[in-house]
């Protein structure tokens, strides 16, 4: 019965000349031949059916013939037509929605963005053989203490092999570790620990010289091969011991830069010390040896580099005396009386150090292994010489350079860390990412230069701005500099703020189980440590816990806009908000005298009331305080969190005093951030 009505549609549809293609045509042909040759009666039958016609429906599991005879009605052709370009459309619509949402999505923040940086000076840090030395196993015990400050970087500065006398500055060789730090086992040791851990490391990298002690220098002045160039070498007189020098530069720490060699007979080139002769840096040999070196480390799995000293790296070749401050002195000697327009920040500089940008990008492909380069000008440049080693647009150059504003500071207020901040927030470029240190080796720690009320409200500056806070070691529990008087003989002031981290009341503050350090510990350790302030439910130590983990896990503070709202002798006043959160951050920080500010005299929409989230007192955190009367003590930080019914960012009022690094929404929604806003 099947097989006969399969016949009759066949025959119906080629008899009514119905155009197809040319299978089922040939098909059904090849079955009605087939069927006509031997069957006569079905072939009358089916011409009889032509005349009339069955009313035959489409139905389910009917043969193609069929189906293609229905398939070309307007009825079904229609809505086919629809829906195919419908599918087409949601097709486009999704891969291009897709590709719309990753491109509007703000790049994740990496490593060196989403907690504070932990900067060590490992020969102060912790000893583990009890020379007295701080060293890299000593570190590799204590990297508990850094992830109990919710913190994923350390930064170790410098550990390389070199001379006591210039020590840290004065590599002999950029492949070995100093001895008194350990070997190079303990060195990879360390390193596996830290990635054990989850941590990244970073470490210093001196380019612009070496210790004349370095085997380089030795074939350089005995003039051997590629490395007679290594070195800035020119002819100079050197008559009854009294040299006169090729022209008037003067070294960082005075008198003249150059230094006659009795080897080659020839002057050599010093930007500091004159053990630490500068490196050629116009020789691609020498350009290709630090190429190396870098490649050296990043293969042992450093995961970044601070360049130190680098605007000293090149100089003028014309050798033209550098233009005199005074200029009616005969002779000058102090760095500071001469303008360094030949010695320092040279075009081609910029060039060299993204080169180094370019070697580090090469071992920064696989996800999750980005190599940080942060970049150290040594003396703080102005603002927009700074701002240049951030690159441009579309040439990538360092991460960040390290901002040096805030250690630089020697006088306290609302207003001066507001000029400070604002200095560099507006001065850096779109898209691009702040940093904030207040302390570091070279500088007098925060405690001694503003005394200890300001430990905490600093920690909290630095942690609710926008960028990455490097907390130099010590400064989570407030340690201060050493005396002058503790140090036996002479010193460089530069060593006081780096005596022995303080762990706890044991003898020399738990650095050091030997006899003696290489510092002397600060005598307030027993009472200001890590191990005390660990159980003080008040201390430095647990606001500063408290902080770096809403950093962490808060995005108002790792993407939020920063909207300045008050500023002045006493306190800073500024507001952490994100479009897509209806809850606001406004942080009052009091970096001079009790006092007490009216927001609701700005009237920005701020409501009456606001919860305290953090206090650097702890005491009154949880309760409300009016707007009307917001007060603070001396060197006090409240972060108060409140509704806004309009964000300041959309204020025309706040136009130019809110910023943001990377601009970021936040979807309640969809649980995402996206950067369409
Ligand atoms: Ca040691
Ligand atoms: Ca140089």
Redesign the pocket.
Known sequence: MHKDESKKDSVRMNTKGHTNNGFVQNEAVTERETDGSNQADPLKTSTIDIQEPDPIKPYAGMPKEVLLLYSSQARYKVPREILFWLIVVSVVVLISSTIAIIILSPKCLDWWQVSPIYQIYPRSFKDSNQDGNGDLKGIQEKLDHIINLNIKSVWITSFYKSSIKDFRYGVEDFREIDPIFGTMREFENLVAAIHDKGLKLIMDFIP??TSDKHIWFQLSRNRTGKYTDYYIWHNCTHINGITTPPNNWLSVYGNSSWQYDEVRNQCYFH?FMKEQP??N?RNTDVQEEIKEIIQFWLAKGVDGFSFDAVK????ATHLRNEPQVQKNLDIVTNYSELYHDYTTTQVGMHDILRSFRQTMDQYSTEPGRYRFMGTDPSDQEGIEETMMYYGKPFVQEADFPFNYYLTEMNTLSGTKVFEVVASWMKNMPEGKWPNWMIGGPDTTRLTSRFGKDYVNVMNMLVLTLPGTPITYYGEEIGMEDILATSITGSYDTSLLSKSPMQWDNSSNAGFSKGNQTWLPTNTDYQVLNVDVQKNQATSPLKLYQELSSLRLTDLLLSRGWLCYIWDDANVLVYMRELDGLDRVFTIVLNFGETTEVNLQGLSIGLPEKASIKLSTTFTNQGQTVATAAVRTEKGEGLILEHRMPTLLHHQEAFKDKCLVSSKACYSSFLNILYNSC
């Open positions: 612009n010289h930007q500068d490196l840096f000293f790296l090149l100089e």
